[in-house]
């Protein structure tokens, strides 16, 4: 299938119909090689039944998608419905289960019931049937599906010989089918289609409409296509000319003349006659026009300076110029020559990694995502649609299903409360700075998808270096934010509908989720009101605590280890928890803009209100479906989703539900409530489960008014509900008692006593229904369950990460795959985060929650998945052990990768927020509670010897969301190369225009310093901060920083104050919420009071350069680490296995995957398999009895890797060249040691094995050099 798929004459066809395709292991879905000019129709589990599908139709992407359907009967059974010059042509693409299938009916009794009496049908497939009519005769028939189901009749031909002729008893159905809808066989009777082992009959059959009789040209089969399956191929051809899709146009931005489409936005943009006006009289009219005459600019702009691409089905905007070369001469050179350009495409692909994985976590996600959907349907591919009206076929009739289930008329709110309600004084913001735009567009990534007007942010980081294109948008942006009007140009967007994930039913609109595709300026001024929005709830504080979801240093880990904190503590207390996980259905299609804009002026932020009003209002959206656009429609209501303020502004929307859900009931009981944007959960404590019910009925009963308030509506069906059983007590596995008859009761009804405690399977009741127990949920991506024993999160860990190895396989061949550096990266930002996702809850080996022998077993598990990705990385072979495999891709051990990963984490949530930190943290619980709940994992790592530990009694430093406003400058800093800076130095020196500070920090002796010196002015300042263990170099620095800017706070004369930390420069420039946050605060303090900003600049200098250590972590996470580096050499040093790794690599180190630096994925994996010994050499094949020798071909000895490399006479000629463009040093020593751990010689050494020819492996690898 894979072959013929690939062949240029297969897909010439416009529709291409398979049966028993091949089934993905991985995912519902068969193979897909032909992406670029066919879509792939195949039916999947979810359509019919959990079956796998057994057809598969591809169609050309040629052919209009408005004039087609496709619609699935069965898992055998297809059609696909062509609209084509005023006729309906309708196609069915079969397979008939054979006699000897016993689990799935046959095929023919459904076409009776789904084919119309007439019609212009064609019907094709394999029948697996045997019938005279089409099977002349069978002399050569398989004899395995000779049944009782099948009669053979024999008779005598015209010159004697026996004619042999098979009748399957279900063929006659057929024929009566056939008959009745005037069907007639296209394919010529007797023709073999299936020839297997030298049997050869006719099952595979073409029926067509007698009423398409004068269309019929040619029903025949294809040899010449034939490829590596039993069955023939059959082309059929019919005189139809399909409508043709319009291919859409697009830039190529790749060709972009960046300095052309500056020149000419910087020579126009300023003609605009109106700019004084809209500073002087602005207006909504104003606004808008001037917003369509900056865009207007900009497309004339992009015409100017970039060129349309081509349109083609097959275009691919990934193809490198030397791939677009070698295809280019490709198309003009004979078929001989075409094998050529797969190196070039292979390169071309290593090449597309590599910039991927270079542009950080974004790129290696993005290569991932391909990896794991690169065999699937396209994105853009939606089947028929099952609405309340019934099915949609058609693009518009698919649309209008989306549309009501995207943008539903929600339900009225209770606004009856908002009178009577006292507005607070609001908070007062300044004008939008440049810096501020600046800032946000360099935060837009380039690429992503457009709006309407399909300008991408890669345009607006173009424009930056225009002067006046910053002070135009910038104008514009303030009176649009003082007017309260959103331009009209940025109120339209494209609306893309994108499958949920994990197993759906994708007929149902609810399987899919909107997602806004807005226009690029217009983001990017709701980035820069988002900003400010989410500055002023952290500097005034006006958010719950506990509403953590998009909150600036706040992760799901801060999250889960509050809520686990909750669960442990009140189990210390001897109480019980239960929890409820609610869901709101349909969270930001919903909202109420009245109610939003009144909860913002709540919570005193009505200085947007204007223009966040507009912004929600007078929207208008597409909806795009298979490259088309549906008909304009309003969006009244609802956030739109791929907006920056989405996320923000519902923060603003549900802080009253999560205020509300905050329940204290005299009786005892208690709640705590949790929000993660649009999740919310709620814990109950009391001293029953019984009190919890009651707790909970209350909040959910608050939580029910909060939705009535805000147009929102709960879906309880997806509640969850779990009641938390403290492991640790012997009641903990409390059941309901059994039902008996009550005495009192005259009728016999059997009744459940309730016991005052209650039991943990109590149900809540809500509204009209009532929410029933699991045994676990998932919040945040956490499982939990019942006893906080996360076996199930673990199992689904792994689950998770063996699907995403088996995506991965597929770009990490040995032979030919992406290179060793780029894969481990690939596995260290995709698997290994998945793998360990919150690990600080479920990996806790300090708490003693886990038993023993369980956590080794659970060790084991995840170091298996952790063998199989280096098998994948390295390209080594199976049997090498799994510590050499370590030690050569320098990946920590699990149980080594597991503890960093907890205690990093540990110190962030220690030093984030302290709002997000866990009480029993902040405020250590008694022995005896701790006794009664054993240790929360965060108490776990502050215990004794822990990464909490080191510090004592001394106060960890909490580190702010913010250091400065946004519309606060930094101070002016300037990192120039060596070379300048000095140059720089030397001339300012020699000016002696302002004053010069030196500022230094330093470790000597096990102490910390810092120190600030003024020659010109004659002072020094100098103080110790303390111990290494209590302070760091890099501290160090930013103090002096912080002492030369208050020695000059009263001097008059502009100064530059000179720093040799390039690490303390950055983190002035743009303070965020590294170690050290403190001193920044203090630094920008000074600058705020003594208004600084404008007369002190820092200067980088190479004075010490190579001395002072720039490192950004505090103390206790680099110990974390040198801790971690210690026990993995102790533990390689007694390690059993790997010894042939041992003598290359005795401790551990980072600078063995410089070995592989410019390697090619087949060189790097002859490499590890040389430096193991674990190769395809006759002395490992001998030791693995898989050779019947381990002697050379020479005769001189054991096929060693070290005979081959240093000794085999058979290889002088290669070794020699080999050995000459080694360096002199290892040339000399002749050392298998040696040349094996040198960087330098690991190219030749791979090309010389390569050459002889030995390693089987690599024999049809193209013997180039390197990456």
């Excluded at 905007?317 to 094998?339: A, I, V």
């Excluded at 649009?480 to 759906?504: D, E, Y």
């Excluded at 007369?1095 to 971690?1124: C, F, K, M, S, T």
Aim: proline share 7%; hydrophobic share 35%; glycine share 6%.
């Amino acid at each position: 299938m894979a072959q013929f798929l690939r062949d240029p004459a297969v897909l010439q066809a416009d529709i291409i119909a398979v049966q028993e395709p091949w089934k993905n292991p991985y995912s519902d879905t068969t193979h897909h090689p032909a992406h670029g000019s066919h879509q792939l129709l195949y039916p999947s589990a979810s359509d019919v039944g959990d079956q796998r599908a057994r057809v598969a139709l591809y169609i050309s992407r040629k052919i209009n998608p408005r004039t087609w359907r496709h619609t699935v009967h069965s898992a055998d059974c297809q059609e696909l419905e062509l609209h084509v010059q005023g006729r309906k042509l309708r196609i069915f693409n079969i397979y008939n289960p054979g006699p000897w299938d016993t689990n799935r009916t046959g095929t023919v009794e459904l076409l009776d019931r789904v084919v119309a009496p007439r019609g212009d049908h064609i019907i094709l497939g394999d029948f697996n049937l045997h019938h005279p009519a089409w099977s002349e005769q069978d002399a050569h028939a398989d004899p395995s599906q000779i049944d009782r189901t099948t009669t053979t009749d024999i008779d005598t031909d015209e010159t004697g010989r026996d004619r042999r002729t098979r009748t399957d008893r279900r063929a006659p159905k057929l024929l009566e089918f056939t008959d009745s809808r005037l069907l007639d066989l296209w394919l010529e009777p007797g023709t073999v289609t299936r020839d297997w082992n030298n049997h050869r009959s006719t099952i595979d059959l073409v029926f067509r409409a007698q009423s398409l009789a004068d269309q019929f040209i040619a029903c025949e089969v294809a040899p010449e296509v034939h490829a590596d399956s039993d069955h023939l191929p059959i082309r059929t051809i019919l005189d139809f000319s399909p409508q043709t899709a319009q291919l859409p146009k697009r830039r190529n931005w790749k060709a972009m003349d960046a300095a052309k489409l500056r020149e000419f936005v910087a020579d126009n943009l300023d003609t605009y006659s109106h700019w004084h006006t809209l500073r002087t009289d602005p207006s909504p009219d104003a606004i808008d026009t001037a917003a369509d005459f900056l865009i207007e600019v900009i497309q004339r702009a992009i015409q100017h300076a970039v060129p349309w691409a081509r349109p083609s089905t097959w275009a691919n905007p990934n193809f490198t110029p030397e791939c677009q070369d070698m295809l280019g001469g490709l198309r003009q050179s004979p078929q001989p020559k075409r094998p050529h350009h797969l190196p070039s495409l292979r390169r071309g692909f290593r090449r597309w990694v590599s910039e991927a994985i270079d542009q950080g976590t974004h790129g290696i996600w993005r290569v991932a995502k391909w990896a794991r959907n690169r065999g699937t349907r396209a994105a853009n591919t939606i089947p028929t649609l099952i609405g309340s009206q019934g099915p949609a076929n058609t693009t518009e009739a698919k649309a209008e299903i989306l549309r009501e289930a995207f943008f539903p008329e929600p339900p009225p709110a209770d606004l009856s409360d908002i009178e009577r309600r006292v507005q607070p004084v609001q908070i007062d913001f300044p004008e939008i700075t440049k810096e501020e735009v600046a800032k946000a567009i360099r935060r837009a990534p380039p690429d992503k998808a457009p709006g309407p007007d399909a300008i991408p942010n890669k345009i607006w980081h173009e424009l930056l270096n225009v002067p006046v294109f910053l002070d135009r948008i910038t104008q514009l942006f303030n009176t649009s934010i003082k007017i309260g009007h959103n331009p009209r140009h940025f109120q339209t967007s494209t609306t893309v509908a994108l499958r949920k994930a994990a197993p759906r039913d994708y007929r149902l609109p609810k399987s899919y989720r909107p997602v806004a595709l807005l226009n690029t300026l217009g983001k990017i001024l709701e980035s820069i009101v988002a900003t400010r929005i989410a500055w002023a709830l952290e500097e005034y504080k006006l958010l719950p605590k506990t509403h953590l979801g998009g909150r600036k240093g706040i992760s799901a880990d801060h999250a889960i280890q509050l809520i686990l904190d909750y669960i442990y503590r009140a189990w210390g207390r001897d109480r019980k928890v239960s929890m409820v996980l609610l869901d709101v259905s349909g969270a930001f299609d919903n909202v109420s803009h009245t109610r939003l804009l009144f909860n913002l002026r709540q919570l005193r932020l009505g200085h947007f209100a204007d223009w966040l009003q507009s912004f929600l209002t007078n929207r208008s959206t597409r909806i795009s479906l298979a490259g088309e656009l549906s008909s304009e429609f309003s969006t009244p209501t609802g956030i739109p989703q791929g907006s920056p303020l989405s996320p923000i502004l519902y923060l603003v929307y549900n802080t009253p539900l999560i205020r509300d859900l905050f329940v204290r009931r005299p009786q005892g009981g208690s709640t705590e409530a949790y929000g993660w944007i649009d999740d919310a959960c709620v814990l109950a404590s009391s001293d029953s489960y019984a009190g919890n019910v009651e707790t909970l009925k209350e909040a959910l009963s608050r939580a029910g008014r909060w939705a009535s308030q805000h147009a929102s509506k709960f879906a309880p069906e997806k509640f969850e509900l779990i009641h938390f059983t403290n492991p640790r007590k012997t009641e903990a596995a409390t059941t309901p008692p059994s039902p008996e008859i009550s005495p009192d009761d005259p009728d016999g009804i059997w009744r459940v006593p309730l016991p005052p405690t209650g039991h943990d399977q109590m149900e809540v009741p809500y509204a009209d229904t009532t929410i029933k127990p699991t045994e676990t949920a998932k919040y945040l991506g956490i499982w939990l369950d019942k006893t906080l024993s996360f076996a199930t999160h673990r199992t689904k860990a792994l689950a998770k990460a063996h699907g995403t190895l088996a995506a991965l396989r597929g770009i990490a061949g040995s032979t030919w795959g992406v290179p060793l550096r780029a894969m481990r990266r690939i596995y260290q930002a995709v698997v290994i985060p998945q793998l360990f996702y919150g690990a600080t809850a479920w990996f806790s080996p300090r708490g003693g929650q886990m038993v023993a022998s369980t956590n080794q077993k659970m060790l084991a598990e995840f170091a298996q998945i952790q063998k199989q990705a280096a098998l994948l990385i390295s390209g080594a072979f199976k049997g090498t052990a799994a510590a050499a495999l370590n030690v050569e891709l320098y990946i920590l051990p699990v149980h080594l990768q597991l503890q960093q990963i907890i205690e990093e984490t540990a110190i962030r949530i220690r030093t984030g927020p302290e709002l997000a930190c866990p009480e029993s943290v902040l405020k250590p619980r008694s022995a005896r509670e701790r006794r009664r709940s054993g240790w929360t994992p965060m108490e776990a790592l502050s215990r004794k010897g822990g990464p909490l530990w080191p510090l004592g009694g001394r106060t960890w430093e909490t580190r702010k969301p913010y250091i400065l406003a946004p519309w606060e400058a930094p101070l002016e800093t300037v990192i120039d190369s060596h070379d300048a800076a000095l140059e720089f130095h030397k001339g300012y020196c020699a000016r002696r225009q302002g004053i010069a500070v030196y500022t230094d920090g330093s470790g000597l002796n096990g102490r910390i310093g810092a120190s600030a010196v003024s020659i010109s002015r004659g002072w020094i300042h100098s103080r110790t901060l303390g111990t290494e263990g209590e302070s760091t170099v890099y501290a160090g620095e930013l103090t002096g920083i912080r002492m030369a800017l208050h020695k000059l706070r009263k001097e008059k004369l502009p100064a530059i104050i000179f720093v040799d930390s390039q690490a303390a420069i950055q983190a002035v420039r743009n303070p965020q919420r590294p170690s050290g946050q403190y001193i920044l605060g203090e630094i920008y303090y000074i600058v705020k009071r003594y208004n600084m900003r404008n007369r002190v600049q820092i200067r980088w200098i190479p004075a010490h350069i190579g001395v002072l250590g720039n490192e950004a972590a505090d103390e206790a996470a680099r110990e974390i680490r040198r801790r971690i580096k210690g026990r993995l050499a102790r533990e390689w040093k007694t390690e059993k296995t790997g010894r042939t790794t041992h003598r290359l690599a005795e401790i551990p180190n980072k600078r063995v995957l410089d070995l592989y630096k410019g390697l090619s994925k087949p060189h790097a994996s002859i490499i590890i398999q040389m430096r193991t010994q674990r190769n395809g050499l006759q002395h490992f094949l001998f030791k693995i009895k898989v050779s019947d020798s381990d002697q050379c071909h020479c005769g001189q000895g054991s096929q060693t890797s070290r005979h081959i490399l240093l000794q085999c006479p058979l290889f002088i000629e290669p070794r020699k060249a080999m050995l000459d463009r080694l360096d002199p040093g290892i040339r000399r020593k002749m050392d298998y040691n040696g040349i094996m751990s040198h960087p330098q010689a690991m190219r030749y050494v791979a090309e010389f094995m390569h050459q002889t020819g030995l390693l089987s492996q690599f024999r049809a690898v193209e013997q180039t050099g390197h990456h």
